[in-house]
């Protein structure tokens, strides 16, 4: 199944948000690791500096004792927690002095100079006393880490303000942009199918009125070229009709005044052909009007008077067997343009009047609702022929002229007004037969 | 019976005058309107035969100022424009019956005969006069069993007087109803014509008004 396609206005909302929030977490990153080594160059002087301060008073404080080697412990003047402990040792490692809340498994064995990173904490080391007296400053990584992290929720707390509030923003922003967009959509979904005049396009942006433009060009082409088509249709229709007029006449009086011979039996052959060229040129000239497809007129009409006349066009032999039912009380009105429901409903009566048995009646019914009901009486017509009938070019089995195209214009005007022709045979109500039926309603 | 054409094509007109003189109506045949004008102002008609499209104009507009100058005489249109609608146009116009191009020559005589008919009030094709049975369709005119025959000529007569039932005609009108058989018509040809009527069909069907002209008389 095909997907049904996104919209601009929801493409452009989750895009742009979706890159808003692509950019924000790139800046979060960058502005992190910026953080982290200027962060980690401040603590780190502040471990240095802490480090030798430190180192300078514990000398002092050791060659004033009186027992050197022996371990003192500061106390805290205050109950507070301690994030940086320190330690002093000799060069072999025995602790001289230390803070009161120092962990000894933080220090190495053996005191080392500089600045290095251990499991847990970061440490910085120095001497004096040429070597003799040596002080170790440890800060607890985890302090460092809470740090960058609480700086980072703060740079990522506004995204989740800020991601509904830009999808909002460039909803409104971008469904507003396309204002002009939704307008020319509207328009071209209401317009009829036959509707060729000029889309309205106000308001469009740039980058679409070039496309409204085009389509635009697109319809007064295809306007133009319906036009002429349907001129071509009308004048040759017209153009060929005397010609051939003139000779079925001249044809036909000469078999008047032939004598009965092989002569004669020529000049009727030759008035058949005529009269078969004719019939063909006004059905393919009628298949190209109904391929057309306009068939939409303003003023409602009597669909039971244009029936009355055709009827009356039909030759009096034919008018004869033609029986016409019309509703009595009430006019059945119809919007369908008139030359074009004649056109159906003509060739419907002639084919059941080739067709059909000839001595039998063929019936036109009308009804109130506007079903139109073609019935001949006859030989039932094979299923599996039925469904060839509306094809172009398909006659029945049948010895009857024709040009096997009678039903497929009924046909293709029926589906240009929106209905269907529907075929039976036998025909409906009796045991043989066939029946065209359609509403026009 | 006397029938205006008014066809602008060559070919189809003179098959048209020939088939319709064939029948026994004289033929005046013009090739554009302003020649129709001048027919019609100067002959009365009993049948026109109408194109539409002309070289120098459209056919229903001759029409509508035919009917607006209160001119009754039957128009049977042939046109050749395929739609319904410009055809139901034309009857609208005050035509009185339309045949589309291309027609049988047949299918023309019959609407001809059948117009004329309508027009002269007695749309039957089966007319009872007296004891003579007269079929117009088959032009056959019956006493009881038997048939009586008329000449091409007799029949003119006889159709012009029918067409005007109870109704008198003048010699030159009678004389426009055997204009078809030939330009040269003689002086008596008329009274030859309806002697030999009144004796086939009876000597009390024809009346004589003398100096006025004929008229057939009513039962």
């Known amino acids: 199944m095909k997907s049904r396609p996104i919209s601009l206005q929801r493409r452009l909302g989750v895009g742009l948000t979706l890159g808003l929030v692509v950019l924000w977490l790139t800046i979060t990153l960058l502005i992190a690791a910026m953080l982290t080594k200027t962060l980690n160059k401040a603590l780190d002087s502040s471990l240095e500096e802490v480090a030798q301060r430190m180192l300078s008073l514990a000398v002092v404080e050791i060659f004033n004792r009186e027992t050197p080697d022996l371990l003192q412990q500061v106390v805290a003047l205050h109950p507070h927690d301690e994030y940086i402990t320190y330690l002093v040792r000799s060069a072999d490692g025995t602790p001289l002095l230390q803070s009161h809340a120092v962990d000894a498994a933080v220090f190495p064995a053996k005191p080392q100079l500089g600045l290095r990173t251990r499991a847990t904490h970061r440490l910085y080391g120095a001497s004096a006393v040429s070597g003799t007296i040596f002080i170790e400053v440890a800060e607890p990584l985890a302090s460092r880490n809470q740090a960058l992290r609480q700086s980072l929720k703060l740079l990522l707390l506004p995204l989740i303000f800020l991601v509904p509030l830009s999808l909002l923003g460039i909803w409104l922003f971008v469904g507003y942009s396309l204002g002009g967009v939704k307008a020319y959509r509207n328009a071209l979904e209401v317009r009829g199918a036959n509707d060729l005049t000029p889309v309205v396009a106000n308001n469009l942006p740039t980058e679409i009125l070039p496309i409204a433009e085009a389509v635009n060009h697109l319809l007064a082409r295809l306007r133009f070229t319906l036009e002429a088509e349907r001129s071509f249709t009308a004048n040759s229709a017209h153009e060929l009709r005397t010609p051939l007029a003139a000779a079925l006449a001249q044809v036909q009086r000469l078999r008047h005044e032939a004598p009965n011979s092989t002569f004669k039996k020529r000049i009727i052959r030759i008035e058949k052909s005529l009269e078969e060229l004719a019939n063909l040129s006004e059905k393919l000239l009628q298949l190209a009007k109904a391929d057309l497809g306009e068939f939409l007129v303003a003023t409602p009409y009597d669909l039971g008077q244009i029936l009355g006349y055709l009827v009356d066009e039909l030759s009096l032999e034919a008018k004869a067997r033609v029986k016409l039912f019309l509703p009595e009380a009430k006019q059945v009105t119809s919007l369908v343009d008139p030359d074009a429901l004649a056109i159906l409903m003509r060739n419907l009566i002639e084919n059941a009047l080739k067709h059909g048995a000839a001595n039998q009646p063929v019936e036109v019914h009308l009804t109130i609702e506007g079903v139109l009901r073609v019935i001949n009486a006859g030989p039932i017509v094979p299923a599996e022929d039925m469904q060839h009938l509306t094809e172009r070019f398909v006659r029945s089995k049948t010895l009857a002229s024709g040009s096997g195209l009678g039903l497929a214009i009924a046909q293709t005007i029926a589906l240009g007004v929106g209905t269907k022709l529907v075929l039976y045979s036998p025909a409906r109500g009796r045991e043989d037969g066939f029946e065209a039926s359609l509403k026009l309603l | ?219």
């Open chain 2, 1 to 219: 019976m006397r029938l205006l054409l008014v066809e602008d094509s060559v070919s189809l007109g003179e098959a048209v005058r020939e088939q319709i003189t064939d029948t026994g109506y004289a033929v005046d045949w013009m090739q554009c309107l302003a020649h129709a004008q001048t027919s019609v102002a100067t002959t009365d008609y009993d049948l026109i035969l109408l194109d539409l499209l002309l070289p120098d104009g459209k056919g229903l507009d001759f029409l509508k100022e035919l009917r607006q100058a209160g001119n009754t005489t039957p128009v049977i249109i042939l046109t050749a424009l395929d739609q319904l609608t410009d055809r139901i146009a034309g009857l609208n116009a005050g035509a009185d019956d339309y045949l589309v191009k291309p027609f049988d020559l047949e299918e023309l005589s019959a609407r001809v005969a059948a117009v004329a008919r309508r027009s002269s009030g007695n749309p039957s094709p089966i007319i009872q006069l007296k004891d003579l049975k007269v079929d117009l369709v088959s032009r056959a005119i019956t006493r009881g069993e038997t048939c009586i025959n008329l000449t091409a000529k007799e029949w003119a007569v006889f159709e012009a007087l029918l067409q005007h039932l109870g109704v008198l005609l003048s010699r030159t009108q009678l004389e426009d109803s055997l204009y078809a058989f030939g330009a040269e018509i003689e002086s008596n040809a008329v009274e030859v014509h309806i002697s030999r009527l009144r004796k086939k069909l009876g000597h009390d069907l024809i009346e004589t008004v003398r100096g006025m002209g004929y008229r057939l008389v009513k039962q």
